[in-house]
């Protein structure tokens, strides 16, 4: 016999679903931990010996290390992104991380998603009423260059939280300065994320 159980042991409770999603060829899961960023250090650094270009890891290691600290200080526990896209698919800089929202007042999260779709212009995805999504566009300067980060914010209920926690997908997604912000090829990008986050289901934990 176990010398303790858990608060959901003991209330008899199932345990909180996880969820899983359909990714295009060359995405994958990837969770924020340690161990993800030693593989990607790796990564990095044997890419540029094979460039004959080590001293640049000077420059993204740091920028590497400081983005795996955001995703966690905002929360996040897991990303998606097209880390084994073949070379010659159509390139796409964009990724979704993954984090829980609760309620911080005991109260079910209702209030948040109409202030959401009042404030923030959110709509349910694809007419589903049950996952909402909103935009939000920052322009951003490195160097001399600059090109626009599209934000894509999905929020869905857990399953058996009587909605007092949602999943949170945060998709990011860049497009160059010069690229109108009505193309086909955004566009097209924007409806891939869609897709991806439609395709949500849940399962009981291993």
């Keep these: 016999m176990p010398d303790k159980l858990d608060l959901r042991s003991m209330l008899n409770m199932d345990p909180q679903p996880e969820f899983a999603v359909e990714l295009p060829v060359g995405w994958s899961r990837r969770e924020v ?61 964009a990724s979704i991380i993954a984090r829980y929202r609760r309620s911080e007042d005991g109260q079910p999260l209702d209030n948040l998603v109409r ?44 399953p058996g939280s009587r909605r007092l926690k949602a999943l949170e997908l945060v998709a990011s997604l860049v497009r160059p300065s010069d690229l109108p912000k009505d193309s086909d090829r955004l566009r097209a990008q924007k409806e891939l994320l869609d897709l991806i986050v439609a395709s949500i289901r849940w399962v009981k934990p291993n």
């Excluded at 030693?38 to 270009?53: C, D, G, P, V």
């Excluded at 993204?60 to 995703?71: A, E, I």
């Excluded at 349910?124 to 980060?149: H, I, K, M, W």
Aim: avoid cysteine; glycine fraction near 6%.
């Design 33 to 93: 931990s340690d161990e993800t960023l030693r593989e990607f250090e790796a990564s990095i650094k044997r890419n540029l010996m094979q460039a004959h270009q080590p001293q640049t890891y000077a420059v993204l290691g740091p920028g590497l290390r400081d983005s795996f600290d955001k995703m966690r200080n905002s929360g996040a526990f897991a990303f998606f992104a097209p880390i084994d896209a073949p070379k010659d698919s159509p390139r796409m800089a």
């Design 115 to 158: 202030s959401l779709i009042r404030e923030r212009g959110a709509q349910p995805l694809l007419g589903d009423q049950r996952t909402v999504r909103y935009e939000d566009a920052v322009d951003v300067r490195v160097g001399e260059g600059s090109f626009v980060n599209h934000s894509i914010t999905y929020l869905t209920p857990v």
